[in-house]
């Protein structure tokens, strides 16, 4: 054989001016917490498509609705606590998932997917969050038209 057939092959990597950004509508009615916030950081890491390269940021957008109607299983309901200090002594504060979930919706899937070790503490993990947009208070029947009209919407889970 001769030294052309022999070429090396090499791997494939990404930059993020060769990758396009596409957003995904996602529909957060029904579904347990955990898992969709997994399905999330795939997605906003770029895990789901063939040219994820890990030190690049190759992700996608979520639009996230209806995240008030999320559920989570056994008595997480009624047990568990979102916990944030004020920087003052004495100032740790807690807040019930059900109070959370009347408050802020989308905040429970944001600390789902970073804090609880869906996505990896890295430099692009901030970027990466900024990247969720939530339109929960917004009914799903016009945003999905609208959004689809402007060709910005891949798919929709």
Not at 12 to 20: G, L, N, P, S
Not at 34 to 50: D, T
Not at 117 to 139: G, Y
Request: net charge positive; proline share 4%.
């Amino acid at each position: 054989m001769s030294k052309e057939q022999h070429k090396r092959q090499t791997t494939y990597m990404a930059r993020r001016q060769d990758v396009e950004l596409q957003w995904l509508l996602v529909n957060a009615e029904g579904q347990t917490l955990g898992r969709l916030a997994s399905e999330i950081a795939k997605v906003l890491q770029g895990k789901h498509k063939p040219v994820y390269t890990p030190h690049a940021d190759t992700g996608d957008g979520v639009v996230i609705i209806n995240a008030e109607k999320i559920r989570v299983t056994g008595a997480k309901e009624a047990q568990k606590v979102y916990r944030r200090y004020t920087g003052y002594q004495g100032g740790m504060r807690e807040t019930p998932y059900r109070v959370m979930l009347e408050r802020k919706p989308t905040f429970i899937l944001e600390q789902a997917s970073i804090t609880e070790r869906a996505m990896p503490d890295s430099i692009h993990a901030e970027s990466k969050m900024l990247r969720t947009m939530d339109l929960s208070f917004i009914t799903a029947l016009p945003v999905l038209l609208t959004l689809r009209l402007m060709g910005q919407i891949a798919g929709y889970v």
